[in-house]
């Protein structure tokens, strides 16, 4: 079968400046041990919490842990997929993003809520960035087991789980990823997703 869109250009430059945050902004999977403070874990929720929602719903919960709290930060960490598991072991801080799917204002269907939560996932990602600190979100994780060990009712939906850390050295991770690691990024080109004239 012919692929739905036909393979388009990928680089590895910022093809115009943009501000420095998003520029700095990388999924790594390398962790120091050194704790996250607690000041800055507050900070990180907050700019979640000033993230736009569709009605001002605010949709977005969160269930974090640091290692400090074995037995939580342990729940949330054995939801993770192993190909995860092996490198977020070592974040001090975890995360479990959720959904509220429902609009408190009148019970209907919140057909925005994931869309928001992404949003206040972002706002919470440059506020680390701000901080030195690295948030690599996850979607390869057990939802089922999140649910159960975590008691997560059916008003939320599991989104991402992130690990977040300050930076430690590529050189304790797997070869595999220690590669990874290193590798450039890469994103399509602007010609391939923006248009000034109709699709
Ligand atoms: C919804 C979502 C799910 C993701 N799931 C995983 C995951 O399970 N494991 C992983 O290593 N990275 C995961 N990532 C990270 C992406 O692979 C990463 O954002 C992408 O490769 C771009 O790299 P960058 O964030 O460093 O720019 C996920 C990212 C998002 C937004």
Same mark, same amino acid.
């Not at 929602?53 to 977005?60: G, R």
């Not at 074995?70 to 479990?96: C, D, M, Q, T």
């Not at 994780?141 to 690990?163: C, F, G, W």
């Not at 399509?188 to 997703?193: A, D, G, L, S």
């Given at each position: 079968m012919e692929p739905l869109?036909?393979?388009?250009?990928? &680089? +590895?430059?910022?093809e115009f400046p943009i501000t420095d945050l998003i520029e700095q902004r990388r999924s790594r999977r390398a962790y120091s041990s050194q704790p996250i403070e607690q000041e800055k874990i507050d900070s990180l929720f907050e700019a979640a919490r000033w993230a736009p929602s569709s009605m001002n719903e605010q949709p977005w919960a969160?269930?974090?842990a640091t290692k400090d709290?074995?037995?939580?930060?342990?729940k949330l960490l054995e939801a993770?997929?192993? &190909? +995860?598991?092996?490198w977020a072991k070592e974040a001090p801080l975890l995360i479990l993003s959720m959904a509220r799917k429902i609009h408190i204002r009148n019970g209907a269907v919140n057909g925005a809520a994931k869309y928001d939560v992404g949003a206040a996932n972002a706002f919470l990602s440059m506020q680390a960035t701000h901080f030195g600190l690295n948030v690599h979100q996850m979607g390869g994780y057990d939802r089922q087991k999140a649910i159960e060990s975590l008691n997560i009712p059916e008003t939320h939906e599991?989104?991402?789980i992130m690990a977040i850390g300050y930076l430690g050295d590529a050189e304790n991770l797997p070869e595999n990823l220690k590669q990874r690691e290193a590798a450039p990024r890469e994103?399509?080109?602007q010609e391939f997703f923006v248009m000034n004239k109709p699709f």
């Amino acid at each position: 079968m012919e692929p739905l869109v036909a393979p388009m250009q990928k &680089s +590895n430059q910022f093809e115009f400046p943009i501000t420095d945050l998003i520029e700095q902004r990388r999924s790594r999977r390398a962790y120091s041990s050194q704790p996250i403070e607690q000041e800055k874990i507050d900070s990180l929720f907050e700019a979640a919490r000033w993230a736009p929602s569709s009605m001002n719903e605010q949709p977005w919960a969160y269930i974090y842990a640091t290692k400090d709290q074995p037995e939580l930060w342990n729940k949330l960490l054995e939801a993770l997929n192993e &190909s +995860n598991r092996v490198w977020a072991k070592e974040a001090p801080l975890l995360i479990l993003s959720m959904a509220r799917k429902i609009h408190i204002r009148n019970g209907a269907v919140n057909g925005a809520a994931k869309y928001d939560v992404g949003a206040a996932n972002a706002f919470l990602s440059m506020q680390a960035t701000h901080f030195g600190l690295n948030v690599h979100q996850m979607g390869g994780y057990d939802r089922q087991k999140a649910i159960e060990s975590l008691n997560i009712p059916e008003t939320h939906e599991p989104m991402v789980i992130m690990a977040i850390g300050y930076l430690g050295d590529a050189e304790n991770l797997p070869e595999n990823l220690k590669q990874r690691e290193a590798a450039p990024r890469e994103r399509y080109t602007q010609e391939f997703f923006v248009m000034n004239k109709p699709f």
